[in-house]
């Protein structure tokens, strides 16, 4: 990979930070931003700013001129009963998945445009195309996210590539709830065909390919990052 310039949008934890990690390393110049966490990660051309997407204008003051990629990895896992969720629940969540990633990639698009090969990445959750119980919240939000993936690759096409990752349950500080035992990270592994659940490593190794020259052909795809779980029974 060539060195580029990419900005991550809460690069402070889980995918975002492991992101984070393998860029630096691979000697590219990372923008992360965080808004809660203060645990930044320290590397070589890392640098960090913080941005809270749900303010109503976000400041994005830190976006230099040019930016080769953009990554937005802030979302959250609320599994509910769907007669429990309050409508409101829905529009919030929306905020931070879909709302917030809008606002990023406006912000971004002109520095883009300047890049070499630019990119941007967006994230789903294998819920959207395999119904799940209590998975109505996340589903609804991250199908809008598939669509806008789908719609800005054809509207930015041929000089932006927009693609999604589409991850199973991954092991990072968002899903802490769900693996928090030895025996629910066992019984959640057993339920894919790969007999593991992911790792943070997983997906950003995909998000990492999806930001490189490697991936030049690819654009408005969902990609599945999920141990076999959305296509294979075994």
């Known amino acids: 990979m060539a060195m580029s310039t990419i900005l991550i949008i809460g690069a402070s934890s889980g995918i975002g930070q492991q992101l984070a990690k393998q860029l630096s390393a691979s000697g590219q110049i990372v923008i992360g931003t965080y ?32 930016l080769d990629g953009i990554v937005y990895c802030p979302g959250s896992i609320s599994l509910k009963p769907f007669h429990r969720i309050k ?21 971004a698009l002109p520095a883009l445009k300047k890049g070499i090969n630019p990119s941007i990445v967006l994230f789903s959750t294998t819920a959207v195309q395999t119904g799940l119980n209590f998975h109505s919240m996340v589903s609804a939000s991250k199908g809008a996210i598939e669509g806008l993936t789908r719609a800005l690759a054809a509207e930015f096409a041929p000089t932006i590539r927009v693609n999604c990752i589409a991850p199973s349950l991954t092991d990072t500080p968002l899903a802490a709830s769900l693996l928090n035992t030895p025996e629910k990270k066992e019984a959640n592994a057993q339920r894919h065909p790969l007999r593991r659940i992911g790792a943070a490593s997983d997906i950003a190794s995909m998000a990492e390919f999806l930001l490189s020259e490697k991936s030049g052909w690819i654009t408005g795809q ?11 029974k075994v």
């Open 87 to 107: 409508p409101q629940d829905f529009v919030t969540d929306y905020q931070l998945q879909v709302t917030g990633a809008i606002k990023a990639i406006q912000a």
């Open 35 to 66: 808004n809660a966490s203060t645990d930044h990660l320290e590397a070589p051309g890392l640098t960090f700013h913080h941005c809270n997407v749900l303010d109503e204008q976000p400041d994005f003051n830190f976006i230099p001129e040019v």
């Open 222 to 232: 969902v990609l599945h990052v999920d141990g076999g779980i959305s296509r294979l």
